[in-house]
Nanobody
Framework: QVHLVESGGGSVQAGGSLRLSCAVS???????LGWFRQAPGKEREGVAA???????SFTDLVKGRFTISQDNTRKNLYLQMNDLEPEDTAMYYC????????????????RGQGTQVTVSS
């Protein structure tokens, strides 16, 4: 069983930065880890994913602004978000799945409870 716990959300002004963290437990050695987000009234949207071999995926909306990383143990996942925009306001979820495309699609088998990110203009 995989367990994911997010932290680091908050409120910032446009142009600001936040770093989200996800504590990962369980056997995820062959899994992809990543983040997706969901704003009220909107569909789930993948943000970024990193596979067990280090391969990366980013949704076009965040390329060049967000960076995903993990520690060597793969027990801590991070999302560094720079140059935040009001459109980035959403609940951000940490996710894990055998398939990276499911993580980036927001349909991963495992997800955390989420952390709220609010960006004001």
């Amino acid at each position: 069983q995989v367990h994911l716990v997010e932290s680091g959300g908050g409120s910032v002004q446009a142009g600001g930065s936040l770093r989200l963290s996800c504590a990962v437990s369980g056997n995820t050695n062959s899994y992809a880890l990543g983040w997706f987000r969901q704003a009220p009234g909107k569909e789930r949207e993948g943000v970024a994913a990193i596979d067990y071999d280090g391969s990366l995926s980013f949704t076009d909306l965040v390329k060049g602004r967000f960076t995903i990383s993990q520690d060597n143990t793969r027990k801590n996942l991070y999302l560094q978000m720079n140059d935040l925009e009001p459109e980035d306001t959403a609940m951000y979820y940490c996710a894990a799945d055998e398939y990276r495309y499911k993580v980036i699609a927001g349909t991963a088998a495992y997800r955390g409870q989420g952390t709220q990110v609010t960006v004001s203009s």
